[in-house]
């Protein structure tokens, strides 16, 4: 029963350099968000997506891209890290439109230097 | 736009009661929810409520809802040392993609 998977649990990155959060869900879930969470500020929506191939933007869009090949993944990739980008990131999925409940991954806490 | 708001913190005694106090603004909201995360964990989702109901009980949570007033509330019965964590006020927007917005959480400290 592994749910929703993040990888990795923690990172750290130099300004500047790129990398990707993976995520993925065994629930065979149509809809999959990325939020992040800072002090202060709660979860903040990033990115979005509905289903295979349908993604949109999210509240702090700038400086992140996702894309959805397969339901199963969800991946987040930051283009050019930067300091303001240090939060701890959280992948959720539901199954639909109606459902209540959204499953939470464990989260990735990235700081970028 | 969704805004919920919510106190940042809160600290109760062991067995007594706890209250958490959340406002939204949303009044076509379909859902309200209550997530609590402990740390180094994801959110996890402990109750919900329709927005047409007043009160939701569930073993040692009580949910209170005041759609005049945009007002919610959860309630925790017998206070546990278990209970200490952050908890976040969501509401669900009623069209479109139903977008969830949380509040910045509540961190609950229960004093033994």
């Known amino acids: 029963n592994a749910g929703v998977t993040q990888t990795p649990k923690f990172q750290v990155l130099k300004t500047g350099q790129s990398m990707t959060l993976q995520c993925a869900q065994d629930?065979?879930?149509?809809?999959m968000s990325w939020y992040r969470q800072d002090p202060g500020m709660g979860l903040r929506l990033i990115h979005y997506?509905?289903?295979?191939?349908?993604?949109d933007q999210g509240e702090v869009p700038n400086g992140y891209n996702v894309s959805r090949s397969t339901t199963e993944d969800f991946p987040l990739r930051l283009l050019s890290a930067a300091p303001s980008q240090t939060s701890v990131y959280f992948c959720?999925?539901?199954?639909?439109?109606?459902?209540?409940?959204?499953?939470f991954g464990q989260g990735t806490r990235l700081t970028v230097v | 736009g969704e805004d919920v708001e919510q106190s940042l913190f809160l600290s109760v005694r062991e067995g007594d009661s706890s209250v958490i106090n959340c406002t939204y603004t949303?009044?076509?909201?379909?859902?309200l929810y209550w997530y609590k995360q402990e740390p180094g964990a994801g959110l996890q989702l402990l109750t919900y409520?329709?927005?047409?109901?007043d009160m939701k009980q569930d073993q040692r949570l009580t949910v209170l809802l005041n759609k005049k007033d945009k007002h919610l509330s959860l309630r925790i019965a017998d206070t546990q040392t278990g209970d200490s964590a952050i908890y976040f006020c969501?509401?669900?927007?009623?069209?479109?993609?139903?977008?969830?917005?949380f509040g910045i959480g509540t961190k609950l400290q229960v004093i033994p």
């Open positions: 629930m065979n879930h149509e809809y």
């Open positions: 959720a999925s539901t199954v639909g439109r109606m459902n209540t409940e959204a499953f």
């Open positions: 969501a509401e669900r927007e009623s069209g479109g993609y139903q977008k969830v917005t």
């Open positions: 949303d009044s076509s909201s379909t859902y």
């Open positions: 409520i329709f927005s047409n109901m």
């Open positions: 997506s509905v289903g295979a191939g349908i993604t």
